[in-house]
């Protein structure tokens, strides 16, 4: 059964930075694209950034383009969601997602087989 797990979440003031984790297990990660979402009470779950199984290609939403990097080590079965100049509209629930079959995963939530269970990011200003 694939499993993903996230961690790296918390408190942090405007201006500040987090690094997310996200780790995979149950299947072999390297054929696996990613992408990080986020979500917030009352809304839908949004894109955030993604990348490629090789690692090599990326794309980020315009409101985090420049800010966030998405990274991944596929010997640790691990990505990364760097977050730098955070900001209190970034408040949200983070969740990674998986999707097999495509060299890079799509922005919709719909497309991804795969789900973590979601870390609690809060910006104070």
């Known amino acids: 059964q694939v499993q993903l797990v996230e961690s790296g979440g918390g408190l942090v003031q405007a201006g500040g930075s987090l690094r997310l984790s996200c780790a995979i297990s149950g299947r072999t990660f390297s054929n696996v694209a990613m992408a990080w979402f986020r979500q917030t009470p009352g809304k839908e779950r949004e894109f955030v950034a993604r990348i490629s199984w090789s690692g090599s290609s990326t794309s980020y939403a315009d409101s985090v383009k420049g800010r966030f990097t998405i990274s991944r080590d596929n010997a640790k079965n691990t990505v990364y969601l760097q977050m730098n100049s955070l900001k209190p509209e970034d408040t949200a629930v983070y969740y990674c997602?998986?999707?097999?079959?495509?060299?890079?995963?799509?922005?919709?939530?719909?497309?991804?087989?795969?789900w973590g269970q979601g870390t609690q990011v809060t910006v104070s200003s």
């Open positions: 997602a998986g999707t097999q079959g495509r060299y890079l995963g799509t922005t919709t939530v719909g497309e991804y087989d795969y």
